[in-house]
């Protein structure tokens, strides 16, 4: 169970707060989609999420950071890192650059918290495992196509176990392919249970893998509910967020006054 | 008018890779082409070759008289102007007008007619209230924006698009599909890679699909979206957009747009078609 | 590196070829890097090893012995003598350099460094700043692409061509700097900042015949400055 509770948040040296009064929870198990234009903060809420912010980057953070029912604003990032990982769009950026193999590199973060070397290999080879990538394991990660990389680094937080997962446009930067890969995954891991923030423009994939969506606006929540009611809602248009190719598709039948039924 | 044209364009990387095997490719001034397909089709060999980034292995690349093999990338630039996937590896400027003033400078504009370029670019990316903004203080997409802007304004007759709409949100990718209409307007060429089949097939009116250094269909996107095309779209990794599926599950015939599917079923319901 | 540093003490032609012979090629083979390791060392060593020549061969002071002339210079015949014993030196030094250089994985030495003690950041900031280098050439390439493309001009004047650096540098830098805040935030996700040791994986194989001819090594270098400062050999 992670939430933020009236959640404002300013980088340093910033003139304005780019996440005001935000309340945001997700249950265990549950998948929570966020969606807003660009510098909406999207990002600004998975840096919050994560911990990140402030630890990591500086600024200044109202409100609280619950993890489990507990306030962790004292803790340090090494402390959170096994409770919320975090993704990001960029895959190239989440290699550690110092692991030969994938095998290697999903061993980063265990190996960093201390763990003992026999159960950091099993937790590498549980989570390769879970991700499909077992044929990987001995490639070089800086040679993999973005998609792998993105899932090499999803791997790498799994293998800290920890409960909660923030993704931050994971697909933005890959192409059909890679997207297919990464979804794919994300599919898998909600199905076993895995609790994820997903961040993204791709309400299409939104659509597949979360229960929950939450549009921002200006730092702001502007919308929050089911999947599907905040996917069809026509405000989200108005956000600047493209809805999933079925609602658009509906939505120019309509204006054209065709009630036509789509097929499933 | 400037036309491009390939023949017979082969390409071999230095280290032995083969990227382009044998392309056949003519693009008449003012038409708007996507080119698509999957990783390693060879989509951003070809266009390298647009601009003498890359020069032919075999075969030529004509823009307007201009051979590639022979020409100055400095000189091409004037005639093709081509707009990188990733904007970090581009911008250096301190302010977005600076950064957009470069290369309309390097081809030569100065004085009231760079200012005017460099205005109107600024304006089409809707970038125009944030001249003196560090653009790095921009989010990743408004970046992009801006490195579409600095290639705008150079006032090309071609313009190539490398992937314009990754990373956009939705607003960006209207910015985008207003630039491109834009252009034709102007009677400008206007080439895009992209994978994102929803736009291709909104915005531009022929889609070139490649695999493995060739050239694999090349049509409208009608043609390129009809049911009997998938299975080639398929091999080279791409899926047909929404309302292709949807309009040849209804049996509508080629719909590769929303508006198509609009048009098939009032064309269906009035008896006609 | 030791080899290197015999290389330096030892006088005469002889000594050095020898070390070069024993201490770089034989290993060379063995590691099967000796082409690359001729050809990086040709390449590097060239322009030092050609001065030398030069220097030493016509300029010499106090050698008497003359070879040929070339108009008002005259090469002789200690000059070449000596030349040849630098030259011996620059083959024995930038082979042992080169062979280093190929027969050993960062990550393995980086390893091997915190196993014994090194702060693990510190190991890993030499780790991956080597690793990073290939990465940022390919960058730089690709911002060189992207800037000929806007017109720049890298085929014109020299000037030209300076001026047109900025343009170039300033993203690999910027870039880099970006770059480096994503990289430090996903480290620090991942528990980068745990102060104390952390686990390690594997340590680089360390054979009882390695540890032996590490310790002749370094015996034997010690042996030998005393023979020379004792005038032995």
């Not at chain 1, 549009?215 to 989200?236: S, Y």
């Not at chain 3, 890993?124 to 690709?142: D, G, I, K, L, Y």
Request: charged letters at 20%; a neutral charge; aromatic letters at 4%.
């Amino acid at each position: 169970m992670l939430r933020l509770e009236g959640v404002s948040y300013r980088y340093a040296g910033a003139t304005g707060k780019s996440l005001r009064d935000v309340d945001l929870s997700l249950a265990d198990g549950e998948v929570v989609g966020v969606v807003g234009p660009s510098e909406a903060g999207k990002s600004t809420l998975s840096l919050v999420a994560s911990g990140l912010a402030p630890r990591a980057i500086g600024g200044t953070l109202e409100g609280r950071l619950l993890i489990d029912g507990e306030d962790v604003s004292g803790q340090p990032m090494h402390e959170l890192a096994p409770l919320v990982g975090i993704c990001f769009q960029n895959p190239l950026t989440q290699l550690s650059q110092v692991a030969d193999t994938v095998f290697e590199e999903v061993a980063f973060g265990p190996l960093n918290l201390g763990i003992d070397r026999i159960e950091v290999a099993r937790r590498v080879t549980r989570s390769v495992e879970a991700l499909g990538i077992g044929e990987l394991a001995e490639r070089d990660p800086r040679r993999l196509s973005g998609g792998q990389i993105q899932l090499v680094a999803v791997c790498g937080l799994l293998a800290m176990e920890p409960r909660h997962l923030v993704l931050d446009e994971p697909t933005a930067q890959l192409d059909p392919e890679g997207k297919r890969l990464v979804s794919d995954a994300l599919l898998s891991l909600a199905a076993k249970g895995t609790a994820m923030i997903i961040c993204e423009h791709d309400t299409d994939l939104l659509a597949q893998v979360c229960s929950r969506i939450v549009a921002l606006d200006a730092g702001q929540i502007a919308l929050d509910g089911l999947t599907a009611e905040v996917l069809a809602n026509p405000r989200l248009e108005e956000l600047g967020v493209q809805p999933p190719a079925p609602v658009s598709l509906r939505r120019a039948l309509d204006r054209a006054g065709l009630k036509v039924a789509l097929p499933a | 008018m400037t036309d491009l044209s390939c023949s017979a364009l082969r390409y071999e990387y230095p280290g032995g890779v083969r990227a382009l095997e044998g392309v056949d490719l003519v693009i008449s001034a003012g038409e708007r082409v996507a080119i698509v397909g999957q990783n390693g089709s060879g989509k951003t060999t070809l266009v390298r070759h647009f601009n003498g980034l890359l020069r032919p292995t075999e075969g030529r690349v004509l823009v307007g008289n201009l051979d590639t093999q022979t020409t100055r990338i400095a000189k091409l630039a004037a005639v093709v102007g081509l707009a990188f996937q990733d904007p970090d590896r581009q911008i250096f400027s301190g302010s977005v007008e600076a950064e957009v003033a470069f290369g309309p400078r390097n081809v030569g504009l100065r004085g009231a007619e760079l200012e005017a370029s460099v205005r109107e670019a600024l304006g089409s990316v809707g970038l125009d209230g944030e001249r003196q903004t560090n653009p790095y203080d921009l989010g990743y997409s408004r970046r992009k924006l801006l490195t579409i802007a600095s290639v705008l304004a150079m006032r090309t007759p071609i313009v190539v698009l490398d992937e314009p709409t990754t990373g956009q949100d939705a607003r960006g990718i209207r910015t985008i599909r207003s630039i491109v209409d834009r252009l034709a307007a102007e009677g400008r060429t206007v080439i895009a890679i992209s994978h994102d089949m929803r736009f291709v097939s909104e915005s531009f009116s022929r889609i070139v699909v490649m695999r493995g250094g060739r050239i694999v269909s090349d049509g409208t996107p009608a043609d390129a979206f009809a049911e009997d095309g998938w299975p080639l779209l398929r091999s080279t990794n791409l899926e047909p957009p929404f309302a292709a599926v949807v309009g040849a599950r209804m049996g509508l015939g080629p719909t590769p747009t929303d508006r198509a599917v609009v048009d098939a079923l009032v064309a269906r319901s009035s008896g006609v078609g | 590196m030791l080899t290197a540093a015999s290389a330096i003490v030892l006088g005469g032609v002889f000594w050095p070829l020898l070390i070069v012979a024993v201490a770089v090629l034989v290993p060379a083979v063995v590691a099967g890097v000796l082409p690359t390791l001729l050809r990086y060392v040709v390449i590097f060593s060239l322009p030092l090893a050609l001065s030398a020549l030069i220097v030493n061969l016509f300029f010499l002071p106090g050698a008497q012995t003359v070879l040929f002339r070339i108009g008002p210079i005259t090469a002789t015949a200690e000059g070449l003598s000596f030349a040849v014993e630098i030259l011996a030196r620059i083959a024995a030094i930038s082979g042992a350099v080169t062979l280093f250089y190929l027969t050993t994985k960062p990550s393995e030495l980086v390893l091997d460094l915190e196993r014994r003690g090194v702060p693990p950041r510190l190991a890993f900031v030499a780790n991956a700043s080597v690793q990073t280098v290939p990465a940022m050439a390919e960058r730089a390439a690709a911002i060189v692409a992207a800037q000929r493309a806007r017109g720049l001009d890298t085929e014109g004047s020299f000037v030209r061509r300076l001026r047109g650096l900025l343009p170039i540098v300033g993203p690999v830098v910027l870039g880099s700097i970006g770059e480096v805040e994503e990289r430090s935030m996903a480290l620090e996700a991942r528990g980068f900042t745990r102060p104390g040791r952390r686990s390690l994986l594997w340590s680089p194989a360390d054979s009882g015949a390695q540890r032996l001819s590490r310790w002749v090594l370094v015996i034997g270098f010690v042996g030998l400055v005393f023979a020379r400062t004792g005038g032995w050999i």
